[in-house]
């Protein structure tokens, strides 16, 4: 199974600055299937990106995925106060489906 | 718009089955694979696997393979995850997703509580 491992596993940012969060997959991801998802506390997740990078439907255009093979990036252009959150990766190249751990975003 | 309405929280003893249901609405059924995804306290999203509700087929993660049942009734649009022989670190927030591989939808979770 591929194991994705994401980076850091706290980022300390503010509002209004650019947050960039690492996927790393034990092996190469079948086409870019790669997708991210933001979870809020008591919140089911909220799917971000798809695709490595196609953003999902009413997604704002602050956030941006990138990438290929074992290494993905979500990048989020301008913190805003909503957006502090946890984020995961998830790969569906391959059964069976897998998710990164997960990145913690908190406030500075 | 589209609607994943799960049932209300369980609280079960170790070695019991739960069954949980996930009502869809808004959109065709049988178009969109539906994965179950569980969150133990604390922790991260894990897989369990999909059904097809067209065809009823099914692909569970190995971990669960022989303690998991997923099923769906497409007159009521209606998905099911059963988990049998429960022990206490099933204890998690259970979620429904529509999705072919990604997921686009989510239920809203059930706590599953397995406890003596």
């Known amino acids: 199974e591929i194991v994705l491992t994401q980076s850091p596993g706290t980022l300390s940012l503010s509002p209004g600055e650019r947050a960039t969060l690492s996927c790393r997959a034990s092996?190469?991801?079948?086409?870019?299937?790669l997708a991210w998802y933001q979870q809020k506390p008591g919140q089911a997740p909220r799917l971000l990106i798809y695709g490595a990078s196609s953003r999902a439907t009413g997604i704002p255009d602050r956030f941006s995925g990138s990438g290929s093979g074992t290494d993905f990036t979500l990048t989020i252009s301008r913190l805003e106060p909503e957006d502090f959150a946890v984020y995961y990766c998830?790969?569906?190249?391959?059964?069976?489906?897998?998710f990164g751990q997960g990145t913690r975003l908190e406030i500075k | 718009q589209v609607q994943l309405v799960q049932s209300g929280a369980e609280v079960k003893k170790p070695g019991a089955s739960v069954k949980v249901s996930c009502k869809a609405s808004?959109?065709?059924?049988?178009?969109?694979?539906m994965h179950w995804v569980r969150q133990a306290p604390g922790q991260g999203l894990e897989w369990m696997g999909w059904i097809n509700p067209n065809s009823g087929g099914t692909n569970y993660a190995q971990k669960f393979q022989g303690r998991v049942t997923m099923t769906r009734d497409t007159s009521i649009t209606t998905a099911y995850m059963e988990l049998s022989s429960l022990r206490s670190d099933d204890t998690a927030v259970y979620y429904c997703?529509?999705?072919?591989?990604?997921?686009?939808?989510w239920g809203q979770g059930t706590l599953v509580t397995v406890s003596s």
């Open positions: 998830q790969q569906y190249g391959s059964s069976p489906i897998t």
């Open positions: 808004e959109y065709t059924f049988t178009g969109h694979y």
């Open positions: 997703a529509r999705g072919g591989y990604y997921a686009d939808q």
């Open positions: 092996q190469s991801v079948n086409s870019g299937c």
